[in-house]
């Protein structure tokens, strides 16, 4: 019988597929934040592994179709909700998760449980250990906007400061990608 772990990560892959596209690359996003919850949930083992596993997966699902007015957060949490009742996922739980999901991105609601900091400093983890940045940075190029990337790398670097030894982890990474988009910024090919 398939978890409800396993029956979320299917629901993400099927939202993925009936969009038909990826422009916002969650393919292998979602699995890159796995592997840091994983590894968060090793060093805070009071924390909720379900919770956190079930809010990886369905942390983004909002994101397609594009475009949206509405914050992908609001609507990952109202498919995450339809989910979790459609499989009679206990209340108490459901709450849990769904302010995991909602929080993530630490804008206008703020995670307050071990389990939404974990997601929050997972999803900002994984954009460093993902081509993101430098896609941004390519796409403002390309497009002549103003460069998002430095602003995205702050506030991830930012969220990552609710467990320091992570952020002391990404340091280095960090400093590197900032060093590489200024680098790439200066580049004139028209
Ligand atoms: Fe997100
Ligand atoms: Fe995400």
Redesign the pocket.
């Known amino acids: 019988m398939a978890t409800i772990i396993t029956k979320a990560k299917e629901k993400f892959f099927q939202m993925v597929d009936d969009f038909g596209s990826d422009p916002y690359h969650l393919r292998p996003?979602?699995p890159e934040?796995e592997k840091w919850a994983k590894h968060l949930l090793k060093k805070v083992p009071e924390a909720d592994e379900e919770v956190v596993l079930l809010s990886v997966w369905l942390?983004?699902l909002g994101h397609y179709p594009i475009p949206t007015k509405i914050d992908h957060a609001i609507r990952s949490e109202e498919r995450a909700k339809e989910f979790l009742e459609a499989e009679n996922y206990p209340k108490e739980r459901m709450d849990k998760v769904l302010h995991c999901v909602r929080a993530?991105r630490c804008r206008d609601a703020l995670p307050n449980s071990t389990e939404a900091k974990i997601i929050a400093c997972a999803?900002s983890a994984?954009h460093m250990t993902e081509p993101m940045y430098f896609a941004m940075a390519k796409d403002d190029k390309e497009n002549n906007h103003e460069f998002r990337a430095y602003a995205k790398m702050e506030r991830d670097y930012r969220d990552l400061a609710a467990f320091p030894e992570i952020q002391n982890e990404l340091k280095e990474l960090y400093e590197a990608w900032k060093k590489l988009i200024k680098s790439y910024e200066k580049i004139d090919l028209k």
């Open positions: 996003h979602v934040v942390h983004d993530h999803d994984s």
